[in-house]
């Protein structure tokens, strides 16, 4: 099943149980696909790829708010924000957890030949296409730092 026939049995189901944040959630995934699917001129079915880039755009967007609204104090406006990073976070693929991305990044390392700071855009280009979906930028990036510093 693709993420836009997903998408609407969850708003459907959002819509029965009353919930207000999945239901605004879902709503804004579902708006963010039909902006990028006519971003084009024609309407054509996103790939898996873009359905993910779309969805870690969104997370991180979410993520971002919120730590905005805490550093100004603002908990009530953060909550909301971080309830919405939830849901969407389910149609997200299964993130890697620290160790294994270490360990993909010190085999990338070894295939592209990395020993210092100077080679991490090398690393992070392939490390990026390869674990796409997998684990969020910055995650790659600090996992890459702490392996090449």
């Known amino acids: 099943m693709?993420?836009?026939?997903?998408?609407?049995?969850?708003?459907?189901?959002?819509?029965?149980?009353?919930?207000?944040?999945?239901?605004?959630?879902?709503?804004?995934?579902?708006?963010?696909?039909?902006?990028?699917?006519?971003?084009?001129?024609?309407?054509?079915?996103?790939?898996?790829?873009?359905?993910?880039?779309?969805?870690?755009?969104?997370?991180?967007?979410?993520?971002?708010?919120a730590i905005i609204y805490k550093d100004q104090g603002r908990d009530d406006l953060a909550a909301p924000e971080l309830a919405q990073v939830e849901v969407i976070a389910k149609f997200l693929p299964e993130q890697m957890n620290e160790d294994d991305l270490k360990k993909v990044i010190a085999e990338i390392m070894k295939k592209v030949g990395a020993t210092s700071m100077k080679d991490m855009g090398k690393v992070m280009g392939m490390a990026s296409k390869q674990l796409a979906g997998k684990a969020d930028g910055k995650a790659i990036s600090t996992a890459v730092k702490q392996l090449l510093g």
């Open 2 to 65: 693709g993420l836009q026939q997903d998408l609407m049995i969850k708003i459907k189901e959002a819509m029965k149980a009353k919930d207000a944040v999945a239901l605004e959630s879902l709503r804004a995934i579902k708006s963010e696909i039909l902006l990028e699917q006519t971003k084009g001129g024609a309407s054509s079915e996103l790939t898996k790829e873009e359905e993910i880039k779309l969805l870690q755009k969104l997370v991180k967007q979410r993520k971002d708010s």
